[in-house]
Nanobody, 116 residues
C-alpha cells in the first residue's frame, strides 16, 4: 500500500515563501503523475500544479510565475515551492499520486496560512 507524507506547511506572511514536500512510502514517486491540490474554506478542491512522469508541468493561472513543482529523486518526493504568497493562497494543500486508474493516492492534507 502506498502512503503519501506531506510536510512543510505552516504560517507565512504575504510576499513570503513556503516549500511543500510530498514523499511516498511503498513506491517510487517518480512512477506517478503528481498533483498538488488545495481547498480553501467553503470552496471546491482545485488543482494547483502537476508534474508528469516525463517531467511536464502545468499550473493553475492563479499561481503561474509564483509556484514551482519539481521532483527530488534523492528524497523520493515532489516539492511545491511557493513564492510571493498571497492571503488567497491560504488553504489545505493535498498531494495526489496517480500511478493508474486503480492506484491513485492522496495525502492527508497540510495547512498553509498566509497572514500578516
Amino acid at each position: 500500500q502506498v502512503r503519501l507524507v506531506e510536510s512543510g506547511g505552516g504560517l507565512a506572511q504575504p510576499g513570503g515563501s513556503l516549500r511543500l514536500s510530498c514523499a511516498t512510502v511503498g513506491s517510487r514517486i517518480s512512477y506517478a503523475t503528481v498533483g498538488w491540490y488545495r481547498q480553501a474554506p467553503e470552496k471546491p478542491r482545485e488543482l494547483v500544479a502537476s508534474i508528469t512522469r516525463p517531467g511536464d508541468t502545468s499550473y493553475a493561472d492563479s499561481v503561474k510565475g509564483r509556484f514551482t513543482i519539481s521532483r527530488d529523486p534523492v528524497e523520493n518526493s515532489v516539492d511545491l515551492q511557493m513564492n510571493s504568497l498571497k492571503p488567497e493562497d491560504t488553504a489545505v494543500y493535498y498531494c495526489n499520486a496517480h500511478y493508474s486508474l486503480d492506484h491513485d493516492f492522496w495525502g492527508q492534507g497540510i495547512r498553509v496560512t498566509i497572514s500578516s
